[in-house]
C-alpha cells in the first residue's frame, strides 16, 4: 500500500511533467550542441581517463564455434553491411587519426621512433635472467606451439615458445619481429626474446600438469622436457633456441572479439568492428601475412592505476606472421583465399587444376627461418587471413589510407633493422624477409594511397594551407596539381558558405569573424575520376595564434 | 496543497537525469565520458552468448570427444575393417606411459555382418636415443564375409564367393634407424588362421565353389611361424599426405607351416611411392608400385587366404575388393591431385597390375586397368579426413569411402 505521505498529487504531477518537460526540452537544446562538428578540445590527441572496472569475468572464447561464426556467418552479415551500409570507423578524432587509448598509442607514423627505439620496441631489457634456472611453473597446452611458462630468477614470468622441428628459428623470428613491428605500429604487444639455454636451465617446479593432444592431464616429467626437446636442433655450444614472451601486465582478462563490445568494460563504447584500429589491422596484417588474426591472438589484461583497474588490449602471438604457420610453414594459399571457400571450389574441381594462379606460381626460397613468405604473389587488395574477421569486412578506403599511411612510413632501413631482431643464423634470410617487406610495404601503399586523396599532414604555414602528397612523396604516382576554395563554415549549424574569389592555398583575409573556415581541395582541372571524384575538405579554427587545422573530411 | 520534499526532488531528479548528460558537452571528452558513465550503470559480467554455449556443449559431450580422439585417450574407431565387411564401429583406448616412453593402443571393432576384430598394440618408438624403435602386437580377426574369384588373372567376376577368415596374429619388430629416414628391422611373428564358410547368403560359400586343387588351404588350414625383416627409406614431407618425397620399402617374411607342412613358403612385399610436387604442391603427381613375389618349395602351395590380392580402394580401385587373388602380383598406380580449396582436393587417377603364377611373368603386359577420380576432404592435420574415390573398368565401376580418424 502506498502511503498518504508519499501519494503524488494531481497538482504536484504536473509540477514533475513540467520539470521533465522542461528538462526534455533543455536536453534538445544540447543535443543541437550536440550535433556540432567540432568542440573546443578537437582534435582529440588522447582519450579521456579511463572509468575503473569492476567485477570482470575471465573472457573464453571457443575455437570451434569462433571458427563457425566467423566462417559462415560473419561474411554474410559484415560482409552484407559493409557493401549495403558501410559506416565510418567511430575511435577517430576529428583529422581521421587515433587518440592515444588503452587500444593504441601514435608511435612511428607520427613520432619518430629512432632504429634503436623501433628494435626495442616494447621492451628489450628484460629477458629472461640468464644467472638463474628457469623454473617450469606451468605447460602450454593451448594455441598451436608447445611449449611452458617459466620464471626467471627474479621471478619475472615469460612463456617460452619453440619453433617447429622441421622449420628452425622460423617461428620464433616471426614472434619477435611481428612484436616489434605491430608495436612500432601503434598497437600493444608483448616483450618478445630470442632466448638460448642448456636443458639443466629449466627447473620443474611440482605440480606442473601437462595436457597431451588427448586431452590427458599428466604430472609433467623431466623426460616430457627431454622429449620437447629432443625435437629442436642443438646449437653448436650446447644451446637450444627459443621464443621467451614476457607475460603481460596485469591480470588477464580473456581475448577481445572484433565485434561488439564487452560488456563489462565501462569505457567499451564502441562496437569493436567499427574501430579503425582494429578494421585497419587488415592492412598491417596483410604486410607481414598475419593469417590467424583471430581472437585466441588478442588478449585483454586489467592493468591498475589511480587506485582502479582498467582494460589493456593486447595483440598477442605473432608466430602467424611472415613465412610461419606456427607449428609448419605457411601453405601458399594462406593471404590469399579464406579456409572455407564456396564458388571457387567448384571452379577449381572442374578445372582439373588447369587454371593456375598467381600465388601458385610464386618461387619461394628455401632458407632456414623463412618459411614461406613472398613479395610477387602479394595482392594487397585481395588478401584475406585464414577465416573473415568482421573488423576487416568493414574496412573502408578511409581506414585503409590510415593503416597504409603508416606502413609507408616505415624506411627500407628501418625495416632491415627490425628484421634483424630475429636474429636468422643465416643472413639471407633476413635479406629475403626485408626485401618482401619492403616490397610489400611498396604495394600496399601504391594499393590503398591510390584509393583516396592521398593528402595528409594539413597544416597552416605563413598564411597559407599546406599539406603532404603522400602520393607523390612515396612515389607512387607522379606530382598532381590541386585546387584549392574557400569557405565559412558554421559549426552550430554545419553549414558551408563559400566565399567568392577565395581559392588558393593562401588563407582568406576577408572573413574576419568567422571561427571557422573550410578549404575544399581537389585535383586540379581535368582529373575527376579515381581518387580524384572524392575532394577533402579540411577544416580550420581561430585561435589565438591564428588559424589552425582542426579536422577534415575525405 | 503543498509540494512535498520528496516531489520537488523527484522531478528534479528527473531533470537532472535527463538533461544533465550534455549539460557539459563542450569537450568531446565530455561526451566520451557521458558515453562511459551510461555503460558503467549497465555492466553485465561477459557470458558466451546461446550458439557459444551450444557449441561448447558439444565439444565436451562424450559423442563428440570420442569422435575426435580427445576423450583422455579414448576415441572411436570407424570404418570398414577390410572393404566390403561392413561398416564397422567401435572404441579405440591409446595410452603413453612411462612418460610416453611406451604407447598402448586398444582397438576394437564390430560390424553389421558379424565382423569383428581386437587388437593390441605396444610400441617403443624411441629407445637408445632415437636409434631403436620396438613393437609389440596382437591382433585377432574374424571376418565373415571375405570375398572370393577363384586364383589366377583369368578368374571370373560372376564367379564370386565368399568365405569366413578367422586369424589371431602376435608379431613383435624391433628396428633401428640407420639415419633419417632410412630405418630396417626384423619381423618375427605367429599367425592362426582358419577359414570358415561365408556369411553372405547372396554368394556362394567359397569351399563349395572351389576345390583344394585350385584353391590351396580352402579344406586345410594351419598356423605360421612368420621371421623376416623389412628395409624403408622413407623422405616425405609430410606422412599424412605427402606432396613431396618418396617411399621406398622391401619386406621379405619366411612363413612356415606348422601343422600340415605344406603350406610353407617366402614373400617379398616391394613397394615404391614417388611424389612430384607442382606449383608450389598445389598439384601433386604421386606415383606408386608394387609388387608382392611368392615361392614356394617342392611340395609347398601357398595358401590361398594369404596370397597377393589385388583390387580395391589402395590397389585397383575400379575393381571390387579382393577382386584377382595370385600367388604373385604386380601394381602400378599413377594419381594426379589438385588444390581446390583449403579443405578439399581433388584428383584423377589410374590403376593396373595384375596377378600371376609364374616370377617370369613379372612384366606390365597384360594388366587390368581402371581409370578414376577422388575428392579428398581434409581435416585438421592436413591429410584427408575423408574421401570418395570412384574408379572405372571394364567390369563396371565402385566407388570406396575412406575415413582417416588420425
Known amino acids: ?554 | 496543497m503543498k509540494q512535498s520534499k520528496w516531489e520537488t526532488f523527484l522531478g528534479l531528479g528527473v531533470f537532472v537525469l535527463w538533461a544533465a548528460p550534455n549539460a557539459h558537452a563542450q569537450l568531446r571528452t565530455d561526451l566520451i565520458r557521458a558515453e562511459r558513465s551510461d555503460k558503467a550503470a549497465k555492466l553485465t559480467p561477459w557470458a558466451p552468448d546461446k550458439a557459444e554455449r551450444f557449441i561448447v556443449k558439444v565439444e565436451h559431450s562424450l559423442p563428440y570427444q570420442l569422435l575426435t580422439g580427445d576423450a583422455h585417450g579414448l576415441s572411436m574407431s570407424f570404418g570398414n575393417m577390410v572393404p566390403g565387411s561392413g561398416f564397422a564401429i567401435g572404441p579405440k583406448y591409446t595410452r603413453p606411459m612411462h612418460d610416453g616412453r611406451i604407447v598402448l593402443e586398444l582397438d576394437a571393432r564390430a560390424s553389421a555382418n558379424e565382423s569383428y576384430l581386437g587388437g593390441l598394440k605396444l610400441s617403443a618408438p624411441r629407445v637408445f636415443s632415437d636409434r631403436i624403435f620396438l613393437t609389440f602386437s596382437t591382433q585377432h580377426r574374424n571376418i565373415s564375409e571375405m570375398p572370393y574369384y577363384g586364383a589366377g588373372p583369368n578368374s571370373d567376376k560372376n564367379g564370386r564367393s565368399n568365405y569366413r577368415l578367422e586369424d589371431t596374429n602376435i608379431e613383435v619388430r624391433p628396428g633401428v634407424r640407420i639415419f633419417k629416414g632410412l630405418s630396417a628391422g626384423a619381423i618375427g611373428s605367429y599367425l592362426a588362421v582358419n577359414t570358415g564358410s561365408g556369411h553372405s547368403t547372396r554368394f556362394i560359400s567359397t569351399e563349395q565353389q572351389f576345390g583344394p586343387a585350385a584353391t590351396p588351404g580352402v579344406d586345410r588350414q594351419t598356423n605360421f611361424w612368420r621371421g623376416g625383416g623389412f628395409v624403408e627409406y622413407d623422405w616425405r614431407d609430410q606422412p599424412l599426405y605427402p606432396t613431396s618425397g618418396g617411399k621406398y620399402s622391401a619386406r621379405y617374411v619366411r612363413y612356415l607351416d606348422r601343422h600340415e607342412g605344406a603350406y610353407s613358403f617366402m614373400r617379398l612385399d616391394l613397394d615404391a611411392s614417388q611424389y612430384i610436387p607442382l606449383f608450389n604442391g598445389t598439384r601433386v603427381i604421386a606415383l606408386h608400385g608394387s609388387s608382392s613375389l611368392t615361392t614356394a618349395g617342392d611340395g609347398q602351395v601357398v595358401p590361398f587366404y594369404v596370397q597377393p590380392a589385388l583390387g580395391g580402394s589402395n590397389t585397383l580401385r575400379g575393381y571390387r575388393f579382393n577382386r584377382f587373388y595370385g600367388d604373385n602380383s604386380v601394381m602400378v598406380n599413377a594419381e594426379y591431385r589438385w588444390f581446390c580449396s583449403p579443405i578439399v582436393d581433388m584428383a584423377v587417377f589410374a590403376d593396373a597390375g595384375k596377378v600371376f603364377e609364374r616370377w617370369e611373368e613379372w612384366n606390365l603386359h597384360d594388366l587390368e586397368s581402371n581409370v578414376g577420380f577422388s575428392v579428398r576432404f581434409k581435416g585438421r592435420t592436413g591429410g584427408p579426413a575423408f574421401s570418395v574415390d570412384t574408379g572405372f573398368s571394364h567390369e563396371g565401376f565402385q566407388i570406396w569411402f575412406r575415413v582417416n580418424t588420425n
Open chain 1, 1 to 554: 500500500m502506498v502511503s498518504g505521505k508519499h501519494k503524488l498529487s494531481m497538482r504536484n504531477a504536473l509540477s514533475v511533467a513540467a520539470l521533465a518537460a522542461v528538462g526534455t526540452l533543455a536536453q534538445h537544446g544540447f543535443a543541437e550542441t550536440h550535433a556540432k562538428k567540432f568542440y573546443a578540445d578537437d582534435p582529440l590527441l588522447q582519450e579521456p581517463a579511463p572509468l575503473p572496472a569492476k567485477g570482470v569475468a575471465i573472457r573464453k572464447v571457443d575455437h570451434v564455434y569462433d571458427f563457425l561464426e566467423n566462417s559462415y556467418v560473419t561474411p554474410r552479415r559484415e560482409g552484407k553491411l559493409a557493401k549495403h551500409s558501410p559506416k565510418r570507423a567511430l575511435d577517430v578524432n576529428t583529422l581521421g587519426e587515433l587518440p592515444d587509448s588503452s587500444w593504441y598509442t601514435n608511435r612511428h607514423a607520427s613520432r619518430r621512433m629512432s632504429i634503436a627505439d623501433l628494435q626495442r620496441g616494447p621492451g628489450n631489457g628484460t629477458p629472461p635472467d640468464a644467472n638463474g634456472s628457469w623454473r617450469i611453473t606451468a605447460a602450454k597446452s593451448d594455441g598451436i606451439t608447445p611449449g611452458f611458462v617459466i620464471e626467471d630468477k627474479r621471478n619475472n614470468r615469460y612463456v617460452l615458445k619453440f619453433d617447429p622441428p622441421q622449420y628452425p628459428e622460423m617461428c620464433s623470428a616471426a614472434d619477435v619481429i611481428g612484436s616489434k613491428l605491430f608495436y612500432a605500429l601503434g598497437y600493444n604487444t608483448p616483450e618478445n626474446y630470442i632466448v638460448h639455454f642448456r636443458p639443466d636451465h629449466l627447473e620443474i617446479t611440482k605440480g606442473v600438469i601437462y595436457s597431451d593432444p588427448n586431452g590427458r592431464k599428466t604430472p609433467l616429467t623431466r623426460h616430457m622436457v627431454d622429449e620437447l626437446l629432443r625435437t629442436q636442433p642443438k646449437l653448436a655450444d650446447g644451446t637450444y633456441r627459443a621464443l621467451a614472451s614476457r607475460w603481460l601486465d596485469g591480470e588477464v582478462a580473456g581475448p577481445f572479439d572484433y565485434r561488439g563490445t564487452r560488456s563489462d568494460d565501462p569505457n567499451d563504447t564502441i562496437p569493436h568492428e567499427h574501430r579503425r584500429v582494429l578494421r585497419g589491422l587488415a592492412v598491417f596484417s596483410a604486410w607481414v601475412n598475419h593469417h590467424d588474426t583471430s581472437q585466441i591472438n588478442t588478449m585483454d589484461t586489467l592493468v591498475s592505476e589511480d587506485g582502479g583497474q582498467y582494460f589493456k588490449h593486447y595483440l598477442i602471438d605473432f608466430g602467424s606472421t611472415l613465412g610461419s604457420r606456427g607449428n609448419t610453414a605457411k601453405h601458399p594459399w594462406i593471404g590469399h583465399q579464406y579456409t572455407v571457400v564456396h564458388k571457387d571450389t567448384l571452379a577449381r574441381a572442374a578445372s582439373l587444376g588447369l587454371f593456375v594462379r598467381r600465388w601458385e606460381r610464386s618461387a619461394y626460397p628455401k632458407l632456414k627461418g623463412v618459411g614461406l613468405f613472398d613479395a610477387w604473389s602479394f595482392e594487397p587488395l585481395e588478401w584475406k587471413p585464414e577465416v573473415p574477421n568482421p573488423a576487416f569486412l568493414m574496412m573502408d578506403n578511409e581506414d585503409a589510407f590510415w593503416a597504409a599511411k603508416q606502413v609507408a612510413a616505415f624506411t627500407d632501413d628501418e625495416i632491415r633493422a627490425i628484421v634483424e631482431t630475429g636474429r636468422f643464423s643465416d643472413p639471407r634470410a633476413a635479406d629475403w624477409i626485408t626485401e618482401c617487406l619492403i616490397k610489400r610495404r611498396d604495394k600496399i601503399a601504391e594499393a590503398w594511397l591510390g584509393k583516396v586523396l592521398a593528402l595528409d599532414r594539413f597544416r597552416v604555414a605563413d598564411g597559407r594551407l599546406a599539406f603532404d602528397d603522400l602520393s607523390a612523396k612515396y612515389g607512387t604516382r607522379t606530382t598532381r596539381s590541386y585546387e584549392v576554395r574557400w569557405s565559412t563554415y558554421d559549426n552550430n549549424h554545419g553549414v558551408l558558405t563559400p566565399l567568392s574569389n577565395a581559392s588558393g592555398p593562401e588563407l582568406p583575409s576577408g572573413p574576419t569573424a568567422t571561427e571557422y573556415l573550410a578549404a575544399t581541395i581537389q585535383c586540379a582541372a581535368g582529373e575527376a575520376a579515381g581518387a580524384c571524384a572524392h575532394p577533402v575538405t579540411v577544416y580550420l579554427r581561430r585561435s589565438e595564434t591564428g588559424f589552425q587545422v582542426v579536422g577534415l573530411d575525405r
